[in-house]
């Protein structure tokens, strides 16, 4: 069955930087574009960045220039790199296809904070 696996989040300071990983199973990931959204308590699930199955990446607005979306297709793994982060990145970050599948994993948070 599709899985989603997150890792990564974590409590980091204004500017600071962490990377999530995402380890996928249950799909042909090389073939699939895949992307990662985040949730804050009481809003919907926004896209953040999307990579082809060939590596070209899409990035929302607010993100670009500070997250790199990247992928491993021999590890059927997705990362995302992010850097100069700021309070509003706040949230838990999910991965999933592109279009997303119904399934959801349990995501990971990222809490940025002074």
């Known amino acids: 069955q599709v899985q989603f696996v997150e890792s990564g989040g974590g409590l980091v300071q204004p500017g600071g930087s962490l990377r999530l990983s995402c380890a996928a199973s249950?799909?042909?990931?090389?073939?699939?574009?895949m992307a990662w959204y985040r949730q804050v308590p009481g809003k919907q699930r926004d896209l953040v960045a999307v990579?082809?199955?060939?590596?070209?990446?899409h990035y929302e607005n607010s993100v670009k220039g500070r997250f790199t979306i990247s992928r491993d297709n021999a590890k059927n793994t997705m990362f995302l790199q992010m850097n100069s982060l700021k309070s509003e990145d706040t949230a838990v970050y999910y991965c999933?296809?592109?279009?997303?599948?119904?399934?959801w994993g349990q995501g990971t948070q990222v809490t940025v904070s002074s």
């Open positions: 999933n296809g592109a279009p997303s599948y119904d399934y």
């Open positions: 249950g799909i042909i990931f090389s073939s699939k574009a």
């Open positions: 990579i082809s199955s060939g590596g070209s990446p």
